[in-house]
């Protein structure tokens, strides 16, 4: 079960200027690994190694900066496809990430968790993953979260078959099946849906990623790719986060009319 985060008063609604500069929850799908070391002459697996010191300085940024939930789309479960050399070199790199992290999580109280299909995982990575899931649990920093064979139908599908088992045994009535319910059985159950998802590398689709929780969040674009990318860029999206109007079906002027209200 994921960890509750306190709604802010306005969740769901129009946010102040304040709560809006920077975001609770960022998705970031690290794409333009194997190509940029491609276009270097290198392997992709090069690329993966650059990406993984990228991984450590946007954590490290993001816990900065305040975000309380950093989701990281680390590997999905379509990568599982790739060329077998690639997969195995992606494994040993969560593995060294892992262990190579684990003082620095510790020492900033941050939060490791793990969400996707994760019993697919070698032993070897699933092992210490678990162990620093566990001994980070009381911590009250940032969350990070990693998404490791991940996919978002397939997260849809696990609710929906956990919802449809309560029901064969007669503990739900299909009638009160609504949108908490399909939420609850998510693996960020208990989150803030992510305010802000930012995709390196030039590509402009989801992939895959967070896709029920990301129905109301800003899709940030970027042909930076993910071994380049650094905190400039990160205060970049964060930037173009705090200019978007956030309106949840409502109309701009009921949105503004919320703000000075809220200025009051």
């Known amino acids: 079960m994921a960890t509750p985060i306190p709604l802010r008063p306005t969740e769901g609604a129009a946010e102040s200027p304040a709560e809006a ?17 491609e276009r270097r002459g290198e392997p992709r697996t090069a690329g993966h190694k650059e990406g993984a010191t990228a991984v450590t300085r946007t954590v490290r940024a993001c816990r900065e900066r305040g975000v309380e939930v950093l989701t990281l789309y680390a590997f999905s479960a379509q990568n599982w496809a790739r060329p077998q050399p690639e997969v195995a070199a992606l494994m040993q790199l969560l593995y ?13 109280g941050i939060r490791l968790r793990a969400i996707g299909d994760v019993e697919q995982l070698p032993a070897f990575v699933k092992g210490p993953l678990r162990a620093l899931e566990a001994e980070s649990r009381g911590n009250g920093g940032m969350i990070l979260a990693l998404a490791l064979s991940y996919g978002a139908r ?22 009160d099946i609504d949108e908490a319910a399909l939420g609850g059985g998510l693996d960020t159950a208990g989150w803030p849906d992510p305010d802000l998802v930012i995709r390196t590398g030039g590509e402009a689709r989801l992939s895959n990623f967070l896709l029920w929780q990301a129905a109301y969040a800003e899709l940030y674009f970027t042909p930076v790719p993910w071994p380049e990318f650094t905190p400039h860029d990160l205060d970049a999206a964060f930037a173009w986060y705090a200019d978007r109007q956030r309106r ?17």
Not at 248 to 264: I, N, P, W
């Open 96 to 108: 060294d990430y892992v262990l190579g992290e684990r003082d620095e999580i510790m020492g900033t």
């Open 248 to 264: 949840f079906g409502l109309t701009g002027r009921q949105v503004e009319a919320r703000m000075e209200r809220a200025s009051c």
């Open 21 to 37: 500069r920077i975001p609770r929850h960022v998705g970031v799908i690290m794409d333009g690994n194997g190509r940029w070391a």
């Open 154 to 175: 397939e997260e849809l599908v696990r609710s929906a078959r956990r919802l449809a088992e309560r029901v064969a045994r007669g503990e739900l009535d299909p009638a």
